[in-house]
């Protein structure tokens, strides 16, 4: 068991509060907090990239272990979560050693969709000097819409399994590179599909324009 290590949680959603990417990095933590007396640091990318950056760098520099939590956008970083890898390119201390760890989560039901983001990820940790700990990728991330993972019950049930694992590899200092990444589809594909089917009807209803709702004007006939 690693003894006196610096967690820092980065959350890169857009969003300021009810983000997946909150949920999911605030179970890793409560997790830890079960079982190490770890020294834990939360922030959020957003509110500190433009105004406060030395805020991320500082924190960045005391940490251990980087915990990135961010949404994928077609199939890539946020832009503020790339800044913040570039920032940290130029500003990380690399002379001493510290480990990267990922929670990614996309909007689409397949997990794959992750694929990309998980490279740059990767990538950066190699070309930076940091311990690459792998991480989770979720598919279906929008069906959380920022709970408490406890409270969605046995929908995430494999998510806190999943990220439980996670926690008790870098508790314990174990790594694999055949499983570095664990894979949760939170929801299936057909009901997260009809859910969201219905989610774009109530809104077209909303703003009424259901009858408008498979308008192609863009398509030429």
């Known amino acids: 068991m690693i003894k006196n290590r610096n967690v820092l949680l980065l959350i ?4 300021k509060s009810r983000s997946t990417s909150e949920s999911m990095g605030d179970y890793l933590l409560g997790v830890l907090k079960d079982k190490v007396d770890w020294h834990i640091e939360k922030i959020h990318i957003l509110t500190n990239i433009q105004e406060n950056p030395d805020t991320i760098t500082s924190a960045a520099n005391r940490s251990d272990l980087i ?3 961010f949404p994928i956008y077609v199939d890539t970083l946020p832009s503020h979560v790339v800044r913040t890898l570039l920032l940290l390119e130029t500003r990380l201390d690399k002379s001493k050693e510290r480990d990267l ?7 689409f039901p397949e997990t794959f969709h992750n694929d990309n983001a ?3 990820c990767r990538y950066f940790a190699e070309q930076n000097g940091l311990n690459w700990r792998g991480g989770i990728a979720v598919g279906a991330g929008g069906a959380i819409i920022g709970k408490k993972l ?4 046995s929908m995430a049930s494999n998510l806190m399994k999943s990220i439980s694992i996670l926690a008790d590899r870098l508790i314990k200092d174990e790594m694999s590179q055949d499983d570095s990444i664990l894979r949760v589809q939170v929801v299936a594909t057909k009901m997260y599909n009809m859910t969201g089917n219905i989610g774009w009807q109530k809104q077209a209803q909303k703003h009424g324009v259901q009858d408008k709702i498979y308008d192609k004007p863009d398509v030429k006939s």
């Open 67 to 69: 915990v990135l939590a």
């Open 150 to 153: 406890p409270d969605l019950g």
């Open 118 to 120: 998980l490279k740059i």
């Open 101 to 107: 760890m990922v929670l990614i989560n996309c909007g």
């Open 12 to 15: 890169g959603s857009p969003k």
